[in-house]
């Protein structure tokens, strides 16, 4: 199983960015995909949740209504539209799958400031 994100960067207060995590070694359809994020001296916290379809999403409440998930099943991707960003945004956005274990990506920073 391999996921890699992209698409992290610097961005002012308000501002947008699109993550993207591409995943290989399963049938990507068939599995639920999450973002996490962890912030400097924090622990990682769930940011959001798509089924395997793209039928079902579901958001921590700090992103509910600013994060938008969605994937791609023909490209085996997964995205974390990402609007209205605040500096408490700040943080290593990951991208996971739980195939028989957890697997993680690499991560891809976001840093929110002006």
């Known amino acids: 199983v391999r996921l890699v994100e992209s698409g992290g960067g610097l961005v002012q207060p308000g501002g947008s960015l699109r993550l993207s995590c591409s995943a290989s070694?399963?049938?990507?359809?068939?599995?639920?995909m999450r973002w996490y994020r962890q912030a400097p001296g924090k622990e990682r916290e769930w940011v959001a949740r798509i089924s395997n379809s793209g039928s079902i999403r579901n958001y921590a409440d700090s992103v509910k209504g600013r994060f938008a998930i969605s994937r791609d099943n023909a490209k085996n991707t997964v995205y974390l539209q990402m609007n209205s960003l605040k500096p408490e945004d700040t943080a290593v956005y990951y991208c996971?799958?739980?195939?028989?274990?957890?697997?993680w990506g690499q991560g891809t920073q976001v840093t929110v400031s002006s």
């Open positions: 070694g399963f049938t990507f359809s068939d599995y639920a």
């Open positions: 996971h799958v739980h195939y028989w274990e957890d697997y």
